[in-house]
């Protein structure tokens, strides 16, 4: 996962403080992501999901990095959900 993000321009320590808090985020947390997204790949919300107590993860289908432009009509009713 850290070679991964770095590639994509992230910084490591921040990463890895990030993920020493997750699991103490306890707040309804929903993860949205494109089963194409080839920037971040789907198996990321996945290990989000696990980090997270209480998450949820909807992937979208034909669908890349950014759900919110390329499926509209399913990402925006996922905010009545919480």
């Known amino acids: 996962m850290a070679a991964r993000l770095r590639q994509n321009g992230f910084r490591i320590e921040k990463v890895a403080a990030l993920q020493a808090v997750m699991r103490a985020i306890h ?20 290990i989000l999901e696990a980090k997270l107590p209480r998450s949820t993860t909807v992937l ?8 919110q432009l390329e499926q509209p009509r399913q990402f925006t009713p996922l905010f009545s959900i919480f």
Do not use: S
């Open 27 to 46: 707040q309804p947390t929903l993860i949205i992501w494109g089963r194409r997204d080839r920037l971040v790949p789907p198996d990321y919300a996945r």
């Open 60 to 67: 979208f289908d034909e669908c890349g990095h950014l759900p």
